[in-house]
């Protein structure tokens, strides 16, 4: 699945929801259905999911957005199931308008209990959240094998700079740190002359294309 899919997913969730919100506003609205406290819950708990797909869109995908979005699913579920339980008795009567033979407050658990496995889904698919480093793109990888690691050039030269003053260099990484702070003054730490190290240079480059 490409970003672009999960990003149309997280929008097509956050409109689904949205018109949720919007349905319940309208029934309240034009028929005159006045929303309970539990009502009022459940509607904040459809926003704060909203909230976390809202925070996809607009901030990039990230296991946090998606924990926002599966937790005001579960107040809604929390918040549903109680006002079902208040009706589940026979003869206790209910609240609200039915909507296709249910009331809102069941829609809310059926709608919450969909956002929660849609959520799950989603964290499963874990490629989405790896960001891509460039030092270990394919071309990278042919410079490092090429380049000399951090140990061997300290087999031959100790560096007295500010930041490696006698430590030796255990990455490969850190090869590009000292040679920035001894290519002005090469020759002051044993190294050859400054022509040298660009040529060299110029070929390091041209392995890495």
């Known amino acids: 699945m490409t970003q672009a899919r999960l990003i149309w997913l997280n929008l097509l969730g956050l409109l689904a929801i949205c018109a949720v919100l919007l349905f319940a506003f309208a029934d309240q609205i034009i028929y005159g ?16 999911a909203g909230t976390g797909l ?3 869109l607009g901030f990039g ?11 005001g699913a579960l107040v ?27 009331h ?3 829609w809310s658990f059926i709608v919450s209990v969909l956002i929660i496995s849609g959520g799950a889904i989603l964290l499963a698919y874990d490629r989405q959240f790896v960001v891509s480093d460039p030092l270990r793109s394919p071309a990278a990888s042919r410079c490092w094998q090429w ?8 087999r031959k030269w100790r560096f007295d700079g500010p930041a490696l003053r006698r430590r030796t260099l255990p990455r490969r990484s850190d090869t590009l740190h000292a040679l920035a702070i001894v290519w002005e003054h090469p020759r002051q730490h044993g190294l050859p002359g400054k022509s040298v190290l660009e040529a060299r240079h110029t070929q390091f480059l041209n392995q890495c294309s």
Do not use: E, K, W
């Open 147 to 154: 380049a000399p690691s951090g140990a061997d050039l300290s």
């Open 33 to 48: 259905d006045i929303p309970c406290p539990l009502c009022i819950l459940q509607r904040a708990g459809f926003i704060a």
């Open 104 to 106: 809102f407050y069941t």
């Open 54 to 56: 809202a925070l996809n």
């Open 76 to 102: 809604v579920a929390g918040v549903a199931t109680r006002q079902i339980l208040l009706h589940i008795v026979p003869g206790t009567g209910a609240y609200g308008n039915p909507f296709l033979g249910l």
């Open 61 to 71: 995908i990230r296991p946090s957005h998606y924990a926002t979005m599966i937790l």
